[in-house]
């Protein structure tokens, strides 16, 4: 099977969507039938999170191959919507949300035509403006997906333990303990959350987040029976195991 994976999204249809067309012209060029990850983050920081998460819910219910998985970001607004004092406990600052503006509260929000007031007005026009069929796919959106060449996932793994026993914390939020680890996890471990200028292969993991939420690319990787390759406009690239 070939599968595609796709970095973190943040609010980028645009880049989005150009993914999308340089996926589905390899996948033709190769035979078609390849499926498609995307490792998490679809929202905030970028202009049109609402526009990411309807064309995705769009293309799912219409049946394409399309696996979305969950990151540290895409929890943010439905826990607002239904716990609007939740703090995430992975946030080291400790702030909520809505306070801490590198975050993309803001510009998550504006996509849904709602300006952050205080929480209880903010909160009473989320519930107005955000339908509920968004929070309810963001909130259910799958922790990992497994294939027989790789593990796909957010952030990463808490190394060592068994896959039904890893975290939801862990899976979007892990850095300190499986970035600094170089143990073989038994697959390679394709994850977005932790930006790096080049998608990377570091041996047991390949780092696909290339900063779209700072002004980067969004980078597409995809496996099948002839390896591991960066899509690009003029083809594929190898990528280099270390």
Do not use: C
């Not at 790789?150 to 914390?169: C, K, M, N, Y």
């Not at 390949?206 to 029976?225: C, R, W």
Request: hydrophobic share 40%; net charge negative; no cysteine.
């Amino acid at each position: 099977m070939r599968t595609y994976a796709i970095g973190d999204i943040h609010g980028h249809l645009e880049l989005l969507r150009a993914a999308h067309e340089l996926i589905a012209r390899d996948d033709a060029a190769h035979g078609g039938g390849g499926r498609l990850v995307h490792v998490g983050d679809l929202q905030d920081r970028g202009p049109d999170s609402r526009g990411v998460v309807d064309y995705l819910m769009r293309g799912q219910a219409e049946g394409l191959p399309w696996i979305v998985l969950k990151g540290n970001h895409d929890r943010f607004l439905p826990r607002f919507a239904w716990q609007p004092e939740w703090i995430d406990p992975g946030l080291a600052s400790g702030r909520h949300w809505l306070e801490h503006p590198s975050l993309g509260a803001a510009e998550t929000l504006a996509s849904y035509g709602v300006e952050i007031r205080d929480h209880a007005r903010t909160h009473a026009d989320v519930l107005r403006a955000v339908p509920e069929a968004h929070l309810r796919w963001l909130a259910a959106l799958p922790l990992w997906h497994l294939t027989p060449r790789a593990l796909f996932v957010h952030a990463g793994i808490r190394p060592g333990v068994d896959l039904a026993r890893q975290t939801e914390h862990d899976l979007v939020w892990i850095r300190k303990g499986f970035l600094d680890d170089a143990s073989n996890h038994g697959l390679l471990v394709v994850h977005g959350h932790s930006p790096v200028k080049r998608v990377t292969h570091f041996g047991n993991r390949l780092a696909i987040d290339t900063g779209a939420a700072y002004g980067g690319p969004l980078s597409v990787v995809v496996f099948d029976e002839t390896g591991l390759h960066l899509l690009t406009d003029s083809g594929r690239e190898p990528i280099p195991a270390p």
